[in-house]
Nanobody, 113 residues
Framework: QVQFVESGGGLVQPGGSLSLSCAVS????????MGWYRQAPGTQRELVAL???????NYADSVKGRFTISRDNAKNTVYLQMNRLKPEDTAVYYC???????WGQGTQVTVSS
Protein backbone atom coordinates (compact mmCIF):
# COMPACT_ATOMS: atom_id res chain seq x y z
CA GLN A 1 0.00 0.00 0.00
CA VAL A 2 1.42 3.34 -1.07
CA GLN A 3 1.47 6.04 1.59
CA PHE A 4 2.13 9.78 1.26
CA VAL A 5 3.42 12.03 4.05
CA GLU A 6 3.38 15.73 3.20
CA SER A 7 5.25 18.38 5.18
CA GLY A 8 6.53 21.93 4.99
CA GLY A 9 3.34 23.96 5.05
CA GLY A 10 2.75 27.00 7.22
CA LEU A 11 1.76 30.63 7.37
CA VAL A 12 3.54 33.00 5.01
CA GLN A 13 3.01 36.58 3.90
CA PRO A 14 2.06 37.39 0.30
CA GLY A 15 5.17 37.35 -1.86
CA GLY A 16 6.90 34.84 0.38
CA SER A 17 8.11 31.31 -0.29
CA LEU A 18 7.57 27.82 1.08
CA SER A 19 9.07 24.46 0.23
CA LEU A 20 6.89 21.36 0.53
CA SER A 21 8.09 17.76 0.72
CA CYS A 22 6.26 14.48 0.27
CA ALA A 23 7.76 11.19 1.37
CA VAL A 24 6.35 8.18 -0.45
CA SER A 25 6.51 4.66 0.94
CA UNK A 26 5.11 1.26 0.11
CA UNK A 27 5.99 0.92 -3.54
CA UNK A 28 8.56 1.59 -6.21
CA UNK A 29 8.51 5.38 -6.26
CA UNK A 30 10.43 5.78 -9.50
CA UNK A 31 7.72 4.14 -11.62
CA UNK A 32 5.11 6.77 -10.83
CA UNK A 33 4.27 10.10 -12.33
CA MET A 34 3.84 12.32 -9.26
CA GLY A 35 1.68 15.35 -8.69
CA TRP A 36 1.00 18.05 -6.16
CA TYR A 37 -2.67 18.83 -5.66
CA ARG A 38 -4.43 21.42 -3.52
CA GLN A 39 -7.88 21.97 -2.10
CA ALA A 40 -9.16 25.26 -0.76
CA PRO A 41 -12.30 25.42 1.41
CA GLY A 42 -15.44 24.99 -0.66
CA THR A 43 -13.58 24.00 -3.81
CA GLN A 44 -12.63 20.78 -5.57
CA ARG A 45 -9.14 19.37 -5.30
CA GLU A 46 -7.04 20.49 -8.25
CA LEU A 47 -3.74 19.43 -9.78
CA VAL A 48 -1.16 22.20 -9.60
CA ALA A 49 2.03 20.46 -10.76
CA LEU A 50 3.05 17.12 -12.25
CA UNK A 51 6.41 15.47 -12.77
CA UNK A 52 6.72 12.35 -14.89
CA UNK A 53 8.91 9.32 -14.31
CA UNK A 54 11.36 10.85 -16.75
CA UNK A 55 11.39 14.25 -15.09
CA UNK A 56 9.17 16.25 -17.44
CA UNK A 57 7.00 18.81 -15.68
CA ASN A 58 3.65 20.48 -16.19
CA TYR A 59 1.95 23.23 -14.20
CA ALA A 60 -1.47 24.74 -13.81
CA ASP A 61 -1.64 28.19 -15.37
CA SER A 62 -2.30 29.73 -11.97
CA VAL A 63 1.12 28.65 -10.62
CA LYS A 64 3.26 28.60 -13.76
CA GLY A 65 6.45 30.58 -13.27
CA ARG A 66 6.06 30.61 -9.47
CA PHE A 67 6.05 26.93 -8.44
CA THR A 68 8.65 24.27 -9.22
CA ILE A 69 8.11 20.54 -8.79
CA SER A 70 11.04 18.14 -8.47
CA ARG A 71 11.73 14.62 -7.31
CA ASP A 72 14.52 12.59 -5.77
CA ASN A 73 14.03 8.92 -6.64
CA ALA A 74 16.81 7.85 -4.29
CA LYS A 75 14.90 9.39 -1.37
CA ASN A 76 11.39 8.47 -2.58
CA THR A 77 10.47 12.14 -2.21
CA VAL A 78 8.75 14.76 -4.33
CA TYR A 79 9.11 18.48 -3.66
CA LEU A 80 7.22 21.65 -4.44
CA GLN A 81 9.05 24.97 -4.25
CA MET A 82 6.51 27.79 -4.06
CA ASN A 83 7.64 31.36 -4.65
CA ARG A 84 5.78 34.68 -4.87
CA LEU A 85 2.89 33.20 -2.98
CA LYS A 86 -0.54 34.80 -3.23
CA PRO A 87 -3.54 34.66 -0.87
CA GLU A 88 -5.35 32.52 -3.45
CA ASP A 89 -2.66 29.84 -3.01
CA THR A 90 -4.09 29.18 0.46
CA ALA A 91 -5.15 25.52 0.57
CA VAL A 92 -4.29 22.09 1.87
CA TYR A 93 -1.62 20.63 -0.37
CA TYR A 94 -1.38 16.93 -1.13
CA CYS A 95 0.88 14.74 -3.22
CA UNK A 96 -0.28 11.67 -5.11
CA UNK A 97 0.40 9.75 -8.26
CA UNK A 98 -1.52 10.61 -11.42
CA UNK A 99 -3.56 7.44 -10.75
CA UNK A 100 -4.93 8.99 -7.53
CA UNK A 101 -4.24 6.42 -4.85
CA UNK A 102 -5.34 6.85 -1.22
CA TRP A 103 -4.69 10.41 -0.05
CA GLY A 104 -2.38 11.41 2.77
CA GLN A 105 -3.14 14.04 5.41
CA GLY A 106 -1.87 16.94 3.37
CA THR A 107 -0.12 20.05 4.63
CA GLN A 108 -1.82 23.41 5.18
CA VAL A 109 -0.48 26.46 3.35
CA THR A 110 -1.87 29.83 4.41
CA VAL A 111 -0.87 33.02 2.62
CA SER A 112 -1.95 36.05 4.58
CA SER A 113 -0.65 39.34 5.90
Amino acid sequence: QVQFVESGGGLVQPGGSLSLSCAVSGSIFSIYNMGWYRQAPGTQRELVALITRGGSTNYADSVKGRFTISRDNAKNTVYLQMNRLKPEDTAVYYCNTDCLLAWGQGTQVTVSS
